[in-house]
């Protein structure tokens, strides 16, 4: 098994910066995939940033330019820095791993509790 801790929601006003970090432990072998979701109320859940085992990045066209994803494979941790925050980034922000497991050797998609960012105007 493997758990997720996400820290660093908030509210902030909008123009602010807020940072959330998510730190994987327990039957790790490795970690390949790694990446950001949000759902706002009444929304669907939607993709905000990824980054690969390689350091590869993909970003939701909305946040291009004002989010950067990084990742602390020696931590197992994954960061978002959010910068230029809008009202319309308000929402339950989750934490997405793929993790090879060590016991299993299989890999397994996990997600994080959720935390809320709100942006207000």
């Known amino acids: 098994q493997v758990q997720l801790v996400e820290s660093g929601g908030g509210l902030v006003q909008a123009g602010g910066s807020l940072r959330l970090s998510c730190a994987a432990s327990g039957s790790i072998f490795s970690i390949n995939a790694m990446g950001w979701y949000r759902q706002a109320p009444g929304k669907q859940r939607e993709l905000v940033a990824s980054i690969n085992n390689g350091g590869s990045t993909n970003y939701a066209t909305s946040v291009k330019g004002r989010f950067t994803i990084s990742r602390d494979n020696a931590r197992n941790t994954v960061y978002l820095q959010m910068d230029s925050l809008k009202p319309g980034d308000t929402a339950v922000y989750y934490c997405?791993?793929?993790?090879?497991?060590?016991?299993?050797?299989?890999?397994?998609?996990?997600w994080g509790q959720g935390t809320q960012v709100t942006v207000s105007s």
């Open positions: 997405n791993v793929l993790v090879l497991e060590l016991t299993t050797v299989r890999l397994t998609n996990y």
